[in-house]
């Protein structure tokens, strides 16, 4: 079992920056991946970045390359989800998730993912 807790959601100015972060715990997850998806009002969950073990190779959703910057630190079991330049579209709630490094499925499809945080909410304002 993993668990896993999102923090640093809010309201914030369009432009502005936030981020987000995921403590897991429950087993190592050094070798693992991580991933951030979102969920808007009326839209399906969408994948937004996702960080892999070991060289922590990194994959976005074209929408947010060069504005959100996916991170994690090891020793502390975190994963971090740097959002700058934030669009009023950039505004759902927004969930971390854990993805065991031998899953089949790809980091961009929610089904990889084994286990999931609750959430947490952005709120980017025009």
Request: include cysteine.
């Amino acid at each position: 079992q993993v668990q896993l807790v999102e923090s640093g959601g809010g309201l914030v100015q369009a432009g502005g920056s936030l981020r987000l972060s995921c403590a897991a715990s429950g087993r190592a997850f050094t070798y693992h991946y991580m991933g951030w998806f979102r969920s808007a009002p009326g839209k399906e969950r969408e994948f937004v970045a996702a960080i892999g073990g070991g060289e922590g190779t990194t994959t976005y959703t074209a929408s947010v390359q060069g504005r959100f910057t996916i991170s994690r630190d090891n020793a502390k079991n975190t994963v971090y989800l740097q959002m700058n330049s934030l669009e009023p579209e950039d505004t759902a709630d927004y969930y971390c998730a854990f993805r065991y490094a031998y899953a089949s499925l790809n980091v961009h499809d929610a089904g990889a993912y084994s286990y999931w945080g609750q959430g947490t909410q952005v709120i980017v304002s025009s």
